[in-house]
């Protein structure tokens, strides 16, 4: 079955995994709880890197919880979880993900002191990991080439929409104590540090031995052993596990094993012009 979009005030989504209730709902009625610890992100921007940083600076480097449980019932997605009863109660204070823009994000959250952790990455890097995702995730439009994905992605015509505006908007609460910015470069480059950093602003103290369980636990290779991380619990339903896979490559720069020369240019011209005057400086610019 081909699968379809449909658009929710004016955002493209999957419709055989989202409906325009839950995300009214989530919009209007979701009550956020001042302790709640979102992990927000565009599509494949780390999503789940952070969900396992985030599980394990909770468990102050212990394995037992990120090998017991899968990483979606660990930080639950908050726009297809079709009720807010619907998520689990074991964890306090609640660890929640969403790929959301902030224009569709729980009103409530504007009124609390809860914390965002927002992690953005090259969205070169981003489009060619969209682009293998895909291909496996059944619920995907298929595009018929690396070209026609790339002025996809650029049009923001892909799920939740531009990549531009989901950063501008979210970085528009970057002053703001409650707020973390977070890049998949930075995790690459330094994640000691970056672990610290996010413990840190979570109000949580890592001994020395717990922040090398969390750096070691986290790494790219023990995710992709771990079947709580790896994805292999999800249904065939959604995603055609023999073609690819979710923990595809995990690197910076990859882009230029897709993008033509002349697709690389058309993207940075058009980056140009979107981000023109934003006024944060991001890693790969
Ligand atoms: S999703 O489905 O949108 O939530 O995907 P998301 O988790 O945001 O992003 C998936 C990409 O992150 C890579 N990944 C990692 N890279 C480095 N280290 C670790 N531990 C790690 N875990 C996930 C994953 O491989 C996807 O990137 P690509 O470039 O496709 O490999």
């Known amino acids: 079955m081909p699968s379809k979009y449909f658009t929710y005030k004016d955002i493209p ?13 989530v919009e209007e009625e979701f009550q956020v709880q001042e302790d709640d610890v979102f992990n927000v992100t565009f599509p494949k921007s780390g999503t789940f890197w952070m969900v396992e940083i985030l599980s394990l600076i909770r468990s102050m480097g212990d394995t037992s919880w990120v090998r017991s449980f899968p990483t979606w019932e660990r930080a639950p997605w908050i726009e297809i979880t079709p009720k807010e009863k619907d998520l689990p109660t074991w964890a306090q204070p609640r660890l929640l993900s969403s790929h959301l823009p902030i224009q569709l994000f729980p009103k409530s959250f504007f009124q609390s002191r809860a914390k965002v952790i927002y992690t953005t990455r090259d969205p070169r890097d981003v489009c060619t990991s969209l682009f293998h995702f895909s291909k496996i995730m059944t619920f995907f439009k298929q595009a018929e080439s690396s070209e026609d994905f790339i002025e996809e992605f650029l049009s923001g015509a892909v799920p939740y929409g531009s990549w531009f505006d989901h950063v501008k908007g979210w970085l528009g ?12 470069e930075e995790l690459k480059k330094d994640i000691r540090g970056s672990i610290e ?7 949580v103290h890592l001994s020395s031995a717990a922040l090398e369980q969390v750096v070691d636990n986290c790494s790219f290779q023990k995710m992709k052993e771990n079947p709580m991380s790896n994805f292999s619990q999800m249904s065939s339903q959604y995603v055609a596990k023999d073609r690819g896979t979710f ?9 230029k094993n897709l993008f033509t020369v002349a697709q690389s240019e058309r993207f940075g011209q058009i980056y140009q012009e979107k981000m023109k005057g934003f006024p944060v400086h991001l890693p790969w610019e």
């Open 247 to 255: 923990f595809r490559k995990g690197v910076t720069g990859d882009w």
């Open 13 to 25: 989504f999957p419709e055989n995994f989202y409906s325009p209730e839950v995300l009214s709902f």
């Open 173 to 184: 609460l970057r002053e703001q104590s409650n707020f973390l910015l977070v890049t998949y």
């Open 197 to 203: 950093r996010i413990a840190n602003f979570l109000g």
